[in-house]
């Protein structure tokens, strides 16, 4: 079993930064990804990184402005959301996959954090 915490969250002005963190226990290495869920939408996928971090998945509206990166050494995936838009505002979760590909799915991924609050004022 993997636990994940992420933490960072918080309110931000549009046009500012936040960074997000995910520690995860265990010493098994995954598929790490972000999603986020806004109010009254389905859970949707934002970036996945693979286990050794070469290689990085975006959904189109955030390239440009997210980077995902992971430290294994530290056990933790970090989210850098830079030129934050309202429409950004959404509860964003960590997620790990034991398969290796760089899937976007929700049921593709096995462990879930308990997802931490962005906003973004206008």
């Known amino acids: 079993q993997v636990q994940l915490v992420e933490s960072g969250g918080g309110l931000v002005q549009a046009g500012g930064s936040l960074r997000l963190s995910c520690a995860a226990s265990?010493?098994?290495?995954?598929?790490m990804a972000w999603f986020c869920q806004a109010p009254g939408k389905e859970r949707e996928f934002v970036v996945a990184?693979?286990?050794?971090?070469?290689?990085?998945r975006y959904t189109d509206s955030v390239k440009g402005r997210f980077t995902i990166s992971r430290d294994n050494a530290k056990n933790s995936v970090y989210l850098q959301m830079n030129s934050l838009k309202p429409e950004d505002t959404a509860v964003y979760y960590c997620?790990?996959?034991?398969?290796?590909?760089?899937?976007?799915?929700?049921?593709?991924?096995?462990?879930w954090g308990q997802g931490t609050q962005v906003t973004v004022s206008s």
């Open positions: 265990g010493r098994d290495n995954y598929v």
């Open positions: 997620a790990a996959a034991r398969v290796p590909n760089l899937v976007t799915g929700t049921s593709d991924y096995d462990y």
């Open positions: 990184i693979s286990r050794g971090g070469r290689y990085t």
